[in-house]
């Protein structure tokens, strides 16, 4: 089937001044079912989007507009829906429509192996819930790294991973471990326990310390194995991805594991203890983890647009590691791709992404009705977003 069907925009909100186009330009160039993806969305009082409801039916999903018309509101309510909580710093305000009482999304996602789910994520004032139906895992309360809709977000600053606090990096990490491993969720949680207890014990002196070392050590092995694991896989992943970008020719993964390589847990903490009391913390082990990104060839760094290619990497290859261990599919959400990239670059970054076979919804700085480079897509629809204050 191919199909391409322009139309003027057309109000599709009943909300005075929010505006959506029907699609502007929709193209199906392949007859295959649709895969896994987002199905529908209805946003009530989200930011500047007082009410939308759309329908989706193509692989990739393309959310055009000008500055601050609510494209990056559209990808922050599916990561609601997915998540239960937002991207966007507290610098951004309130989500709530100002005037508006609660916020509430709704989707219908289509997994690729069961049938249909409804998502709900309503906050009022300081609650937020998140209902899914049918259930799908009862057993878990549909806790959020379990969620049926799995997304990726590559943002406004993805590059803030490279270059922030290791507990972000941390965070990335173990969120990708436990979509490979979901038991790493209750090791992680054990390990959170002890480490705490061994820092109250430290702060109280230190003599009770040594009554948390060997569960702690225990705990820090096996997170350390389940990382190191996955390590392994997604690094392989990166090196095969960045050969199509030669400024990353020699660039390579690591990952620390928060005590010396070829040095026992146990004898690190003994070498610590005394620092350890000063200190007032653990100073080794899970906790401390972190990885990095070694640019090779003698380069100290990356600029803007090469760190976002690598952070864009990144979860590419993590992507691969979780669909070769079977896990559901994600659907990418890429906030002004092109942005900080030549078109070159954004052209092959763009290509990355759609050889998943993933869904996709990208927005787009623009006015007109070209979709630019995603225009080539084999199943797109493009709306075009439009406020007027
Ligand atoms: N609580 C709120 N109530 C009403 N409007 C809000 C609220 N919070 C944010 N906004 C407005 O909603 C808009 C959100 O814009 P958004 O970031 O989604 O736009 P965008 O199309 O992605 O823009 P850009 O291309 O600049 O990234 C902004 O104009 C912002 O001022």
Redesign the pocket.
């Known amino acids: 089937m191919f199909h391409v069907e322009h139309s003027d925009a057309v109000s599709e909100s009943s909300g005075p001044a929010f505006h959506i186009s029907r699609p502007m330009f929709h193209v199906e160039r392949s007859s295959a079912v649709p895969g896994p993806g987002l199905r529908s969305l209805r946003i009530e009082s989200l930011?500047?989007i007082q009410r939308l409801d759309f329908a989706i039916d193509t692989r990739t999903l393309l959310l055009t507009?000008a500055?601050?018309?609510?494209?990056?509101?559209i990808l922050e309510a599916i990561y609601l829906l997915a998540r239960g909580r937002t991207f966007r710093g507290t610098k951004?305000?309130?989500?709530?429509?100002?005037g508006a009482s609660f916020t509430r999304i709704e989707g219908v996602y289509q997994p690729s192996d069961r049938e249909a789910v409804r998502i709900r994520y309503v906050k009022e004032g300081a609650a937020a819930t998140r209902a899914v139906h049918p259930p799908l895992w009862p057993e878990t309360g549909g806790a959020d790294w379990r969620s049926p809709l799995q997304v990726k977000l590559i943002g406004e600053n993805a590059q803030t991973l490279l270059d922030s606090e290791p507990s972000l990096r941390r965070r990335f990490l173990d969120w990708n471990v436990f979509h490979v491993e979901h038991r790493f969720a209750q090791l992680h949680k054990d390990f959170t326990r002890v480490l705490m207890q061994r820092n109250a014990a430290i702060r109280s002196g230190g003599s009770q310390r040594g009554l948390w070392d060997r569960s702690f050590i225990e705990l820090a092995e096996s997170m350390d194995r389940q990382r190191g694991l996955f390590h392994a896989e997604w690094r392989a992943c990166f090196l095969d991805l960045r050969d199509d970008y030669p400024f990353l020719r020699a660039a390579d993964l690591h990952y620390r594991r928060g005590w010396p390589d070829g040095r026992a847990l146990g004898e690190t903490l003994d070498s610590l203890a005394d620092q350890e009391l000063t200190r007032g913390y653990t100073l080794a082990g899970p906790s401390r983890a972190d990885f990095r990104i070694e640019p090779g060839e003698g380069r100290r760094g990356f600029s803007r647009g090469q760190a976002k290619i690598v952070v864009a990497l990144l979860q590419l290859a993590a992507e691969r590691v979780h669909r070769a261990h079977g896990r559901a599919s994600v659907i990418w959400l890429l906030d002004?791709l092109e942005a900080e990239l030549d078109r070159a670059m954004a052209e092959r970054l763009w290509n990355a992404f759609e050889s998943t076979g993933n869904q996709i919804i990208v927005?787009r700085?623009a006015t007109d009705s070209d979709p630019g480079l995603f225009g080539k897509s084999q199943s797109l629809a493009m709306f075009h977003?439009e406020?007027q204050d």
């Open positions: 930011r500047n507009g500055n601050g018309a609510g494209k990056t509101s951004a305000g309130p989500l709530t429509t100002n002004d927005t700085v977003v406020h």
